[in-house]
């Protein structure tokens, strides 16, 4: 029997189909159907100055909105061939890290929803408010932020405001421990995370998994050893875990926060005086830049006349996260109820993965999903 | 008798239905907000649970995509009288930054289905958005409930 979820669904948060062929409660495998979303970004940025194209940028994404401004600003200061000031480097990991926390409790949120611990999904989103707080303190809102320009950051962290920050992070590192151990020690929590939704290194690697997903099955990659802040300026290690199931994959979002309340700590305590913005020419050319997304590697490639955009691509975490899902870890789930959680560990972002449109042959439009005719059925 | 009777029923369980039609889910993120402790959207009696068969009220997050042109109002008509729809954010009122030449949405949402409410802002703040529920919802849909049809 196909069982189909959504794409308006109690379950789901965002339009999304999900396809389950069962056998009484087992589902034998799944398929993922999207394109509700699509709302032709890239086609809108083309032909607009890189100073609107930011702005854009930022609204690929309403939850980790702000590592796409982040990334397409580096893209054109490459470019340029120019590195901003180090006051302005240091605060975008800043708020790159502050985001990442707050992405990470409400994947976690959305998880311990899925699988009906209500308590957790209450604590989580009690947690995650306070740092929306430090969020709004320091760049002016709490969602999009347009905080980040080409050049640096729009305005400098009064000195007062970065206290408040530190003071903020100190208070959840004190109460953190306690919410994690809820999970890691609790007994049910765990008999339904555990061995459930598993995907091997090698299945990772062949779907191409990124992010906390690939990280959990043991693919030890995280884009921001090579970036240049994080490489000359920080001490902190990449999590990773070996299992693979849906405990791995909470467990190595609640690790990462843990990781980046230290860097914050280090980046508040070690933050350089001086500018927070300069003045770069952009030159006529092309330049690919990558990220690491709460989700996952996020690339731009970009090429501009020096004025306007001449073409832009966008390539996000979650289109792979939610193909790897759909491929590999929903195949022979026990039950439906399992299915969705594993759905919902992975963190899947809708809005992230939809910005293409392919024309066929009669030239209607058609929007591309790259599973919509790929049928993942035994 | 039985309509203040029904009156009281209805303006004390709200039942909400989150529809994302194309936004950038940044609106989407401050209704999930809207149900943290600080908050609490269920001391009003409000009740977020995305079924469009249950719902009382409908959220609208975004601009309309190619894909909602028909299911907006295939949705609409599912959700059972009276219901009240209210559109969060900048894109259902105008399409914000992707209503420009080349994109793929048909903002506003008005033209597809009627709008009781209006809250702008790219995302409005949750306090923005319970505000609005509250000001709208209760009154609202004792109102259409006491008018025959």
């Known amino acids: 029997m196909i069982l189909p979820i959504g794409p308006i669904h109690p379950a789901l948060k965002e339009p999304v189909r999900l396809k389950l062929k069962t056998e009484g409660e087992r589902v034998i495998s799944a398929e993922i159907d999207y394109g509700y979303v699509h709302r032709g970004i890239e086609r809108v940025m083309e032909g607009k100055t890189w100073q609107k194209g930011i702005f854009l940028s930022e609204r690929v994404c309403g939850i980790c909105s702000y590592i796409h401004t982040q990334t397409f600003a580096e893209t054109f200061e490459k470019i340029a061939g120019e590195r901003v000031p180090l006051r302005a480097q240091y605060l975008r990991s800043l708020t790159n890290e502050l985001d990442r926390i707050q992405s990470h409790f409400i994947a976690n949120s959305t998880y311990f929803k899925a699988i009906e611990h209500e308590t957790l999904f209450m604590y989580m989103l009690h947690l995650r408010e306070p740092v929306m707080d430090a969020i709004e303190l320091l760049t002016g809102n709490r969602v999009n932020m347009g905080w980040n320009v080409v050049g640096g950051v729009r305005m400098d962290a009064e000195e007062k405001h970065l206290n408040s920050i530190h003071q903020i992070i100190t208070n959840l590192e004190a109460e953190y421990d306690k919410y994690v151990e809820m999970f890691d020690e609790g007994p049910l929590v765990g008999l339904r995370s555990k061995d459930v939704g598993k995907m091997s290194r090698e299945d990772a690697i062949k779907g191409r998994a990124v992010g906390p997903i690939g990280r959990a099955s043991g693919l030890k990659h995280d884009v921001r050893e090579n970036h240049h802040t994080y490489q000359d300026e920080f001490d902190w290690k990449v999590i990773w875990r070996k299992e693979g199931d849906n405990y791995a994959r909470t467990m190595n979002r609640f690790d990462e926060i843990t990781e980046s309340i230290k860097i914050i700590k280090q980046i508040i305590e070690n933050i350089p005086p001086g500018d927070v913005r300069k003045k770069i020419n952009i030159p006529a050319g092309y330049a690919d830049w990558r990220n690491e997304a709460p989700r996952g590697e996020v690339t731009y490639m970009a090429e501009t006349n020096g004025n306007l955009i001449k073409k832009i691509s966008i390539r996000t975490p979650s289109i792979m996260n939610i193909d790897v899902c759909g491929k590999y870890m929903l195949q022979d789930v026990a039950t439906v109820a399992d299915a969705v959680a594993t759905y919902a560990s992975v963190d899947p972002c809708v809005a992230c993965t939809e910005r293409v449109v392919i024309l066929n042959e009669k030239g209607e439009k058609q929007v591309f999903d790259g599973l919509h005719k790929v049928k993942y059925l035994k | ?149």
């Open chain 2, 1 to 149: 008798m039985l309509d203040a009777l029904k009156d009281v029923v209805r303006k004390s369980s709200i039942h909400v239905c989150l529809i994302n039609t194309g936004g950038c889910n940044g609106c989407d993120i401050e209704v999930v907000a809207l149900l943290s402790p600080r908050y609490d959207l269920e001391q009003y009696g409000i009740y977020v649970h995305n079924n469009p068969r249950e719902a009382d009220v409908i959220l609208v997050t975004g601009p309309v995509t190619e894909q909602w042109k028909k299911n907006l109002q295939r949705i609409y008509a599912k959700a059972p009288e009276p219901k009240v729809v209210v559109a969060i954010g900048n894109c259902p009122l105008t399409g914000d930054v992707f209503n420009q030449e080349g994109c793929s949405v048909y903002a506003p949402v008005s033209d597809f289905i009627p709008v009781d409410a209006e809250i702008p802002g790219c995302p409005p703040r949750p306090s923005e958005i319970l505000a609005a529920i509250l000001a709208v919802g209760p009154d609202a849909i004792a109102a259409k409930g006491r008018k025959k049809p």
